[in-house]
């Protein structure tokens, strides 16, 4: 829920910008963009990361709770995560 309320926020401050710079500094306007589309990348690839960790944990706990964590596709599994990290 907070992510939603982080993205209304920064969707109210990024309004506020444009409008700003509407009145103005179209080159003030470009380095935001600019650096906004860098800064939503980093956060991107931070969330993927995150994201792969919680499914990695959610998958084992899957497997242990139906008894296929002894399974030979298990070990393979884990070896295809290691190779992706």
Same mark, same amino acid.
């Given at each position: 829920?907070?992510? %939603? %309320?982080?993205?209304l926020a920064f969707e109210a401050h990024f309004?506020? #910008?444009?409008? &700003? ?6 080159? %003030? &306007?470009?380095?935001? #963009? ?7 990348? +980093?956060? !991107? ?30 070990? !393979? ?6 190779? +992706?990290?």
């Open positions: 829920m907070s992510v %939603f %309320f982080d993205h309004n506020a #910008v444009v409008r &700003f710079t509407l009145g103005g500094e179209s080159a %003030f &306007f470009d380095g935001i #963009v600019r650096g906004l589309e860098r800064a939503c990348a +980093d956060t !991107r690839a931070r969330i993927i990361r995150s994201s792969q960790h919680i499914a990695r944990g959610v998958l084992e706990d899957a497997l242990q709770e139906v008894g296929l964590n002894e399974h030979p596709l298990c070990e !393979r599994l884990s070896m295809r995560e290691n190779e +992706d990290d």
